[in-house]
């Protein structure tokens, strides 16, 4: 019989889940069928289903259980009385002789591979129904790390086996609706990597928040991976695009941010404990745990077993320290954004928000109201009041039964695969976690709103803020002949916006990513020695600690942040606008004052292309172009095009052009397109002229009416004057795309005017323009407005030949 006892990982494969669990049926698969590929796996064994029941067989268990489990179901006994008795009846239990004898011999077996006497190892439970596609079991029953020693591993798997009936994996089944007695307990025993020497972490071979296909994310912090699973740190986090992850010359990682990792979890050195959480040091907290190399081989892997399971997957990896090697430790199906019916997109906004109190990273989509339950410790979680919004620390898998009655969560610690984001999302809950200090802003009883609407960024309100939700259904968006393109600006955010069928992204502000994500001038890098301001000094020194060249910064920080734009819509075309700031903006920019001139008119000052080769901003303008081309060469977003704004003469064009060139952009190499902005009227006066010098043009029609008419856009004594449709306005538009197109060259309008005028979209459809550019929530309406404008157009040509 001890052949079904106890079975070797590559003698598993996923169609053993009913035999050894989810958990080790996907490590059996992992390595009979992937190792011979390159990724890495440690060895180990599991005990089987039988095994287990032949414990509780041993034991007297099989009537005992159901007994207890009974007295449960039925209101006889309550959860925390009912887990205790079943735990220890198995904690209790002797070992049936066969079983030891087959547990000892695969250990033995193990060590002797080693050439080691007691190997270390990892000791995992994998209940029969864990890990399935419809339910994750994230941290039901436990793990026990750094084990040595035949009786040690013995005791290990005997706590396995009790953990099956913890008060949270009972309520948990029952959730999911998996009766108590028909799930068995496997126990994985896998050759512990050295990770306490190093680093682990967490990857999803799909955007969790969002549901985007085409990225793999990345967490780590030092240590054991524990306390990246159970949210005890802010780890450092990476996302890769897969579609050019074949391609070995680039190096596709599209975002990168840096962790506190305030903690990392070791071996214990003779307390009773295997495992300790210990400070991290100031040059571990400062560094990435793991270099660009190693971020793309785990890619590389995790897109090697996504597809080999045909599904998004969630995998946990361990860095050895002492050979540097990585290993991939888990693989299981992703369980929410797997399940999500395409088609549909639902759409959340706010109104009459309160203050904003505290921020963090953005679990789910949506957004929630109520009282906030302030729980610092586990100890406490009796006095949640059900509804509420649970704020605390972070959160396990004891936390369970409370987070299923909030009605949103709220934590200091943890990144977007830590348990409290698992969870969160499987039960369709907005979580904010990471925040650094929610639990001691906010207080027990205060009124809030819960906000993961905007983007990656999640921000809790003060008060009850207007919710509103809509669900937009995708099939029912009509095709049109014109392109439909996107206004995109918020790296954080564009994600949300996969699902629409765009033609692109036809207006990209760069001036948002460096606002919002760089926040320091560029003349401030390239001058930094002598920056007079002494705070921003600081503050720049701060932000750029880790790079020997202080430019490289805000290089790094653009590319990756267009980056994260252009993966949206790749292979489809992305026009990014070289930065548009006026001098009052770029003087807010940390260390910005020092640089700008005050002027009584920004909107018609030192602005846009005139920049760009004037000797007080040339220098920044170069690092722009720079990441032009590290977006372009180095990530290879090749269907990202440049745009000009504000471009006044053929002279200032020729000089910008001239220009991009002598820094490596040059129009027509490589594919790349170089657009203008028409937005003066003497980008019309003289379309033909600066049709010969680019690919195309956008109308930007708010600056363009400003310019024709002479009326402020801001003038609130002449708002009801200002008017896209004016005749004259008008009658600039017909014109230029006329000119464009006798040309050859592409056009299209960046605008408000055609989502909230139906009219307006129909003109420009008879006017023949190439394309619209609208912001996304827009997007629905003005495909509706077009589409109803092309048919139009069309039965009137079609009667007219008639005639």
């Known amino acids: 019989m001890t052949h079904d006892l106890v079975l070797?990982?590559?003698?598993?494969?996923?169609?053993?889940?009913?035999?050894?669990?989810?958990k080790n049926a996907s490590l059996g698969e992992l390595i009979g069928e992937l190792v011979p590929q390159g990724i890495g796996v440690p060895p180990g064994f599991a005990t089987t289903a039988h095994a287990f029941r032949l414990f509780l067989d041993h034991n007297h268990l099989n009537d005992v259980i159901p007994h207890l489990v009974s007295q449960y179901e039925t209101g006889e006994s309550d959860l925390a009385r009912t887990g205790t008795a079943i735990r220890d009846a198995i904690a209790s239990g002797t070992w049936p002789a066969d079983l030891r004898e087959a547990i000892c011999d695969a250990y033995g077996q193990m060590a002797a591979d080693a050439d080691e006497i007691a190997p270390a190892v990892a000791v995992r439970s994998s209940a029969t129904a864990e890990d399935l596609p419809e339910a994750s079991f994230a941290g039901q029953q436990e793990t026990y790390l750094n084990i040595s020693g035949e009786e040690a591993l013995l005791d290990a798997c005997r706590r396995c086996f009790a953990s099956l009936y913890t008060d949270r994996a009972?309520?948990?089944?029952?959730?999911?609706?998996?009766?108590?007695?028909?799930?068995?307990l496997s126990v994985g025993v896998q050759r512990m990597v050295r990770a306490d020497q190093a680093c682990s972490g967490v990857i999803f071979t799909i955007d969790t928040e969002t549901g985007f296909p085409d990225v793999v994310m990345i967490d780590g912090a030092w240590g054991l991976g524990e306390n990246v699973v159970q949210g005890a740190v802010n780890p450092d986090s990476w996302q890769v695009f897969k579609p050019l992850l074949g391609e070995p010359e680039l190096s596709p990682i599209i975002a990168r941010r840096r962790g506190a990792k305030a903690v990392k979890m070791v071996y214990s050195e003779g307390d009773g404990a295997s495992t300790v959480n210990v400070e991290t040091t100031t040059e571990e907290r400062g560094a990435f745990v793991l270099s660009d190399m190693d971020v793309l081989q785990l890619a590389r892997w995790a897109v090697l077993i996504e597809d080999h399971f045909n599904c998004p997957m969630d995998i946990e990896w361990g860095k050895d320290g002492p050979e540097g090697d990585l290993f991939i430790l888990q693989a299981r199906p992703e369980t929410v954004q797997s399940r999500v019916t395409p088609g549909t997109l639902r759409t959340y906004s706010l109104s009459?928000?309160?203050?904003?109190?505290?921020?963090?990273?953005?679990?789910?989509?949506?957004a929630a109201q109520g009282p906030v339950c302030l729980i610092k410790s586990a100890a406490d979680i009796a006095s949640f009041v059900d509804g509420s919004v649970l704020v605390t620390s972070t959160t396990d898998p004891d936390w369970v039964p409370v987070m299923k009655r909030a009605a949103a969560i709220v934590t200091d610690h943890g990144?977007?695969?830590?348990?409290?984001?698992?969870?969160?999302?499987e039960f369709g809950l907005p979580a904010i976690v990471g925040t650094g200090n929610a639990t001691t802003t906010l207080q027990s009883g205060q009124s809030v709103t819960v906000s993961c609407i905007g983007g990656e960024k999640g921000i809790v309100y003060s008060g009850r803020a207007d919710v509103v939700s809509e669900e937009i259904d995708l099939t029912a968006v009509p095709k049109t002949d014109t392109r439909i393109m996107l206004n995109l600006a918020d790296p954080g955010a564009a994600a949300r916006w996969w699902q629409l069928p765009s033609d692109g992204v036809g207006l990209t502000r760069m001036e948002f990513v460096i606002a919002n994500t760089i926040k320091i001038h560029p003349m401030a890098l390239v001058k930094f020695d002598d920056l007079r301001d002494a705070e921003a000094k600081i503050q720049i020194e701060q932000m750029t600690a880790h790079y020997p060249d202080r430019r490289n910064f805000f290089v790094d920080e653009l590319a990756q942040g267009l980056a994260r734009i252009a993966a949206v819509?790749?292979?489809?075309p992305v026009i990014v606008r070289m930065s548009d700031f006026k001098t009052n903006e770029y003087a807010g920019l940390i260390g910005g004052?020092?640089?700008?001139?005050?002027?009584?008119?920004?909107?018609?000052?030192f602005r846009g292309a005139a920049r760009y080769t004037s000797p007080q901003y040339r220098a920044g303008f170069a690092l722009e172009c720079r990441a032009i081309r590290c977006l372009r060469e180095v990530l290879g977003f090749t269907n990202v095009a440049v745009m000009i704004p504000f471009c006044r003469t053929l002279a200032e064009a020729?000089?910008?052009?001239?220009?991009?060139?002598?820094?490596?952009?040059?129009r027509?190499?490589?594919g790349l397109e170089v657009y203008v902005m028409c937005e003066i009227p003497s980008n019309v006066v003289l379309a033909g002229e600066f049709a010969q010098r680019f690919d195309g043009f956008s109308i930007g029609s708010n600056d363009l009416t400003q310019l024709t008419l002479g009326i402020d856009r801001d003038s609130e004594l002449l708002a009801d004057q200002f008017d896209a449709r004016d005749p004259a306005v008008e009658w600039m538009i017909r014109h230029v795309i006329r000119e464009a197109h006798t040309h050859g060259t592409k056009i299209g309008l960046c605008g408000q005017a055609p989502s909230d005028d139906p009219e307006f979209a129909r003109f420009l459809v008879d006017c023949g323009i190439d394309s619209i550019s609208v912001t996304p929530d827009s997007f629905v309406a003005v495909k509706e407005h077009v589409a109803a404008a092309e048919n139009a157009r069309q039965w009137r040509f079609s009667h007219k030949e008639a005639r």
Not at 170 to 184: L, T
Not at 415 to 425: D, L, N, Q, W, Y
Request: hydrophobic share 40%; charged share 25%; proline share 2%.
């Open 170 to 184: 009972i309520i948990y089944r029952a959730a999911q609706g998996f009766a108590q007695g028909v799930v068995a």
């Open 415 to 425: 990144g977007r695969t830590s348990h409290a984001a698992i969870v969160s999302r």
């Open 352 to 366: 009459r928000t309160g203050e904003e109190l505290v921020t963090g990273l953005a679990i789910g989509a949506v």
């Open 569 to 572: 819509q790749f292979p489809r």
């Open 8 to 22: 070797k990982f590559e003698n598993v494969t996923r169609a053993d889940v009913g035999l050894v669990g989810g």
């Open 654 to 666: 020729d000089r910008v052009l001239a220009e991009m060139q002598e820094e490596g952009l040059t």
């Open 593 to 605: 004052r020092e640089f700008e001139s005050h002027e009584e008119n920004p909107m018609l000052g």
């Open 668 to 670: 027509g190499k490589d």
